[in-house]
């Protein structure tokens, strides 16, 4: 097991949320048997199906679980919330919202290159998610990729062009892709 899910593990059994504590343990123990459900369904994986839909996991216990790591990561806990995230990446990889969620919990816990992959997930699910990309830009600059960083911090402002919601990441973009072209 990822040592940070372990520390994971740890943290969850003295959590005093019942609740919380039966989630996140369900969770480990589903990211546990991964390598044998990847192995069992590798015919239907190919095929574009998620392993919640060979597992007949409810879409319900996947959103449960997604909105608790977002709980639990607007309350700063990205430890508590990693393991939630993995598991929806992993059983539902379809959607990019939740291999933004993983990578965001494990940026926070700085695991930049390991943040890298689920970001590059999300942005190959959805390649017009400004936020994937300046993110995935985050963590190319903090594993030492300065050209593929400079890409993403550009492609990032094209996205953000044009759209006011997004104008505060175009102008962090900016800034960024300006300082690496500085240095």
Known sequence: MNPLLADAAIAANHCPDTGVRELISSA?????QLPQ??????????????????????????AQSKLLACTLCDRGDFLLALPLAVYCASFAHDDPDHSFLAGACLQRLGQPAAAAHFYRIALQLDE???????????????????????????????????NFSLRRLQDMAGKRLEALRIT
Not at 28 to 32: D, I, V
Not at 50 to 57: F, K, Q, R, S
């Open 128 to 162: 017009t998610d400004a936020a994937s990309a300046y993110r995935l830009g985050e963590c190319l600059e903090a594993t030492g990729n300065r050209d593929a960083a400079c890409h993403l911090y550009q492609w990032t402002v094209e996205l953000a062009r044009g």
């Open 37 to 62: 459900h990847l192995e069992t369904w590798q015919a239907a994986l190919a095929q574009d199906r998620t392993l919640a839909d060979c597992l007949l996991i409810k879409a319900e216990q996947l």
């Open 28 to 32: 480990l123990r589903a990211l546990e």
